[in-house]
């Protein structure tokens, strides 16, 4: 089946072709949908296959392509920009390549509107959005097979892109397919503005989409953990916590999805995840049909070093000596090395110690800090053939989160949790792990955002994860490199939101700049 839909996103990357200028905050977007459906009704799986890709690929025509302006192809993919504004400049990963605006990420300082980084997930969900509102106005017009839900997938879509807008930016545009090809300039859209839209958007497709699907494709499980991601966020974003309706959508997944804990948790990282009965949504990667420096290539790959490391074991062929975990990840399973390496927990033995210290006190040396193996490009038994482009999917929705999530619920106090079963998901995820368990008066939320950090770093989660625990900013909580300090300093408050790149707002004088920049 992931072949199969493969094969649809490389079919598709011939018969849709995009392009974007410099930001816009409506990007000019050049289509053949309506050509295409026109000729064969059945290339709508094409079409939709390559909206999903606009999360995990960076362009039509192979790695080296891009659909938006990058000066780097590579650097504008989704993923490698969640990776970079959400583990780098949190407490677990560190990049020492010093690229233009990366070493403000990873040392969380600095941070300003000219950053490229900033720009290139702007410009990324303003690229992905016009495409779901252009097809959803097609399809209102045309007849194709499963109409109905193919219109909730790519509202599903959008929905998503404007999430993490909310997430990192906190406000912007609100293009929708009711506005598409307006040609004045949008207004600004609050943070509230765009939670209340993207709320809607879910909760109006989460009874009519499919509960079942395709591998790689939204079913109602998939709409249902990103309702419980707003709901759990909505604190943050509104002011105004929905612990009870993130609860809802959370136990709606624990009790009638069809998803298991895999009980061999390497696995859900190895290229053979596709076979996981965790994973509820993934972003797909193949080393031959959509290869991308910005998927799990980068993770793999980014991770590796032939200095230090053998390429091979990790399915690789190249090692670009990028990234290396910090003490504030491998320091929640031991205080040193000789501790981590001693650790029964199976997530502690995924580092890479050897001719690399503990201590990261020049986060630009290779050697200062452990490379995280977690992602690898090999099966999870070990075998396979070394590529240069990883096969490993990356699994955006699993269902450890949904435990986790559900944890931090009951602790929290939401309607229609315990912590008695809080206790048995947490267990359950400590004990496929083989780390000890705990009991219930173990369970606080300083446990949990640890725990959070020990399951699921170098997931997309973590600056997020701190935010909605307070401890992101100001000095409550310090790691290694926070405010640019080795030993880490405060940051202000205005670092809970990025700045709105300068390009969008050159581009559109109704956006002004988050306060504080």
Known sequence: MKNKFLLLIYIALFGFYSCSNDLDTQPKVELTFEELLANDPNAIDGIISRLYASFALTGPSGPGSSDIDSPDAGEGAFLRAIVNLQDFTADGMKNRWGDDGLDQLTTTSNWD??????????DRAYFTIPQCNNLIQILQAIEVPNKENVIAETRFLRALAYYYLI????????????????????????????????????????????????????NTYVIDMLLAKLYLNAEVYTGTARWDDAATYINKIINNGPYSLDSNFVRLFSADNSSSPEVIFPLLADPLISQSYGNTTYIVNGNLSPDTMPLSQFGATQGWTGHRASSGWYGLFGSNATELENSTDIRASLFWTDGHNYEMTDYREWTNGFPSTKFRNT???????????????????????????????????????????AVTLINELRERSNASTINIGQLTLDFIIDERGRELNLEGHRRSDLIRFDKFTGNSYLWPWKGGIAQGTTIPETYRVFPIPLTALQANPNLTQNSGY
């Open 379 to 421: 099966q999870s038994d070990g075998s396979g053939t070394p590529t240069d482009f990883s096969g490993t999917d990356f699994p955006l929705f699993r269902l450890a989160d949904v435990y986790l999530m559900y944890t931090e619920l009951a602790v929290r106090g939401a309607n229609n949790t315990s912590l008695s079963t």
């Open 113 to 122: 509107e000219n950053n490229k980084f900033f720009k290139l997930l702007y």
């Open 167 to 218: 997430d990192t930016f906190g406000k912007g545009v609100l293009a929708t397919d009711e506005n598409f090809g307006q040609t004045q300039p949008l207004p600004e859209a609050s943070r509230l503005e765009l939670f209340n839209y993207v709320e809607s958007e879910l909760l109006a497709i989460e009874p009519i989409i499919a509960e079942t699907s395709d591998y790689g494709r939204a």
